[in-house]
C-alpha cells in the first residue's frame, strides 16, 4: 500500500518540508541556475528537482544534499537555513527595492466602493 508522506507528517514538519524547499529554489534562483542545469550536476532528474523544490518529503536526504552541493558547492543545510550566502542576501535587497506598478483603471474602480 502506497503512503502519501505529506499526509503521514505532522503539521509542523510539513511547515519545515515547505521552508527548507523554498529556500533551496530561492538559492537556486539567486545564483542563476536553471533548475534542469541544478539537477544534471546532482546527477538527478529534473521531475525530482521539481519535488525538491515543492517541499515533496517522500525524498531521500542524500537528493537534498546533493540538491544543494550543485546549486552551492561546499555549503552546508545550516549555512542555507542560517540564509547566510552573499548571493541570497543580494536577492533580499532587490526583492526590497522593486518597484510598485500603478493600478490599472479598471483595478482602481473595483477598490472604490
Known amino acids: ?9 505532522p503539521v509542523h514538519l510539513q511547515s519545515e518540508c515547505a521552508q527548507l ?4 529554489a530561492r538559492l537556486r534562483v539567486a545564483r542563476q541556475i536553471k533548475q534542469a542545469d541544478a539537477a544534471i550536476r546532482a546527477g538527478l532528474s529534473r ?12 525524498l531521500a536526504m542524500g537528493q537534498l544534499l546533493r540538491y544543494l552541493d550543485a546549486i552551492a558547492p561546499g555549503m552546508t ?3 542555507l537555513l542560517t540564509e547566510s550566502d552573499p548571493a541570497l542576501l543580494q536577492q533580499q535587497r532587490e526583492d526590497q527595492r522593486r518597484r510598485v506598478r500603478s ?3 479598471a483595478e482602481l474602480e473595483e477598490l472604490n466602493f
Open 1 to 9: 500500500m502506497k503512503v502519501h508522506q505529506l499526509s503521514a507528517l
Open 21 to 24: 524547499s523554498d529556500l533551496l
Open 47 to 58: 521531475n525530482t528537482a521539481y519535488r525538491i523544490e515543492r517541499g515533496e518529503p517522500g
Open 77 to 79: 543545510l545550516v549555512e
Open 103 to 105: 493600478l490599472t483603471q
